[in-house]
């Protein structure tokens, strides 16, 4: 098999070849997958056999089923070996190491680049979304007057940077709200679209809700305001997004991305990405300045002072076991556990499902409520009763309230069974 269009057309052919039949002579030896055969598998969603080796590459608890990835993500066994080794040479002789390794973030920045779907010069590596969203909202030109659309759905944290640039430099925050889960991409390009104004100079897309996970149309969006207004910036906060689903940055129209590596990616904890477009990094100031803060090179974001370099470059090592998944398979699996719970849960009595059922709105982010209990009372019952670790959301103004469930791609269909028979009771308490 020479392409991967010749791979396609011999698996399409096999029909029958699943990841059992390639994966089985392994398994029977009690021999791990070479990452080589995992990575030629056909996209497939559902194979047990080969989600095995992906549960079997995770150190997580076997006491408690972990259902709140959306929070912070465990790492696959090598990435925690990464760090745990390169932390320790780092402990040998720390200042050695902390100017010379700089070099091998470069390695890093082009591999995130590459499944960002952009060019390195456009991806600064910090800390998290928090910290890529505070460079762009304090680090674009307002003055007083200047408009900005947001959504009521946005992140907490995310807002409050808006409303402090707004209570010292008394921008207007125009706010648009969405009742959940929204599945009308026409509406939500339309709300978008008539909040803008001649005065408006930056529009933010959250592209996965920490909420329901409600996907959002960020290039509908970002083409129909710009249309509008030529001069708007489009800011995406991506925290949920990155590789979670299988999308490139530069396809989105935006002029800022900000992800976080220790979710969906499963990179070590504290790191994260912006993405600035080419044209807008002279214009973009830095939280932290940099010798030239008109520099149009990416790395003036990077002005961190001495930082976590060991955990920064096992991010490298995220990406790999990512890749061997595979993107759009990842994504498929993601969304293809979500609904397999959702769609059991559905049938209970007093269930309120929170999240589309579709692949164009939702991945593995779902979301539910009973009518017959609170939510704090859900979320204690599942970790007391049937130790399954879980989190209820609130948006700030107070609209939407939900338990939300995260599986990972390591979440294995029995535990998700258990979670369902564990609804089942709960909702069927009078
Ligand atoms: C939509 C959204 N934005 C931003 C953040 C902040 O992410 P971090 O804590 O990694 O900075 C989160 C965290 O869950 C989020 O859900």
């Not at 214009?283 to 930082?307: A, N, Y």
């Not at 959702?342 to 982010?365: D, H, Y």
Request: glycine share 6%.
């Amino acid at each position: 098999m020479s392409s991967n269009k010749d791979r396609r057309a011999f698996f399409k052919k096999a029909g029958v070849l699943s990841a059992a039949t390639l994966l089985s002579p392994y398994l029977l030896q009690g021999r791990s997958f070479p990452e080589e055969l995992v990575r030629k598998l056909p996209t497939i969603s559902n194979d047990e056999m080969l989600w095995k080796w992906v549960q079997n590459s995770y150190t997580v608890s076997a006491t408690i089923s972990n259902l709140n990835n959306g929070g912070v993500s465990p790492q696959p066994k090598v990435v925690q070996e990464m760090f745990e080794y390169t932390n320790r040479m780092f402990n040998e002789t720390p200042s050695r190491f902390m100017w010379s390794s700089q070099g091998k973030m470069e390695s890093v920045r082009e591999k995130l680049a590459y499944l960002a779907g952009c060019s390195a010069d456009e991806i600064a590596i910090n800390r998290n979304t928090t910290e890529a969203m505070n460079t762009v909202i304090w680090g674009i030109d307002l003055q007083k007057g200047d408009e900005v659309v947001l959504t009521e759905q946005d992140y907490s944290t995310v807002m409050r940077t808006w409303d402090q640039r707004q209570k010292r430099h008394g921008i207007v925050l125009n706010y648009i709200s969405f009742s959940l889960p929204i599945e009308n991409t026409d509406l939500i390009v339309k709300k978008y679209t008539e909040a803008v104004t001649s005065k408006t100079k930056a529009v933010m897309i959250t592209h996965v809700n920490n909420l329901n996970g409600n996907i959002m149309p960020v290039r509908a969006i970002a083409d129909a305001v710009k249309k509008k207004n030529p001069n708007i910036l489009v800011i995406v906060d991506g925290a949920h997004a990155f590789a979670h689903l299988d999308f490139n940055i530069s396809d989105l129209n935006c002029d800022y991305y900000g992800a976080s590596l220790h979710k969906w990616l499963c990179a070590p904890f504290g790191n994260g990405l912006l993405y600035v477009k080419k044209n807008r990094i002279a214009s973009t100031w830095q939280l932290f300045p940099f010798v030239d803060p008109q520099s149009d090179d990416i790395r003036k974001f990077e002005t961190l002072g001495t930082r976590m370099l060991p955990a920064e470059l096992s991010i490298a090592r995220a990406i790999e076991f990512h890749e061997t998944i595979g993107s759009k398979r990842k994504q498929d699996r993601l969304f293809y556990l979500k609904n397999y719970w959702m769609e059991k849960v559905a049938k209970f009595p007093n269930v309120i499902i929170q999240t589309s059922f579709s692949q164009e709105f939702s991945g593995a982010l779902g979301a539910f409520s009973l009518k017959n209990m609170k939510l704090g009372d859900i979320g204690k019952r599942l970790m007391n009763d049937y130790h399954i670790h879980t989190s209820s959301k609130a948006d700030r103004h107070g609209k939407y309230t939900g338990m939300r469930i995260t599986p990972h791609v390591y979440t294995k269909i029995s535990e998700l069974d258990r979670f369902v028979a564990a609804v089942k009771d709960l909702s069927e308490k009078s």
